[in-house]
Nanobody, 122 residues
């Protein structure tokens, strides 16, 4: 089956960086999409960045130029490098996996989710 475990969250000052890691297990899947979502206090969950099995990436406008999504297929690791963090980036961050095409930010297509990791920027 598919399992996702996030790590790397924490509390930082505005302008600093954090790297989130999601260790995933996905046996026998060749076409997939991995993504990071976040849910801030009092906000709806939103897409942050996505990457597919061909390493094509996409980002939410608010994080373009600051966040970088990447994956290491050999190690089954999904990363989110977050630079120039802002207080509005404060949220619970989740990684998710899907095996359908379409819009990477469509939460409804992701059946597999991690437990989340908290990022706080002050």
């Amino acid at each position: 089956d598919v399992q996702l475990v996030e790590s790397g969250g924490g509390s930082v000052q505005a302008g600093e960086s954090l790297e989130l890691t999601c260790r995933y297990t996905m046996y026998h899947y060749s076409d997939y999409c991995l993504a990071w979502f976040r849910q801030g206090p009092g906000k709806e969950r939103e897409g942050v960045a996505g990457i597919d099995s061909h390493s094509r990436t996409a980002y939410e406008d608010a994080v373009k130029g600051r966040f970088t999504i990447s994956k290491d297929k050999a190690k089954n690791i999904l990363d989110l490098q977050m630079n120039s963090l802002k207080p509005e980036d404060t949220a619970q961050y989740y990684c998710a996996a899907a095996f359908l095409g379409g819009d990477w930010s469509d939460q409804g297509k992701y059946p597999y989710w991690g437990q989340g990791t908290q990022v706080t920027v002050s």
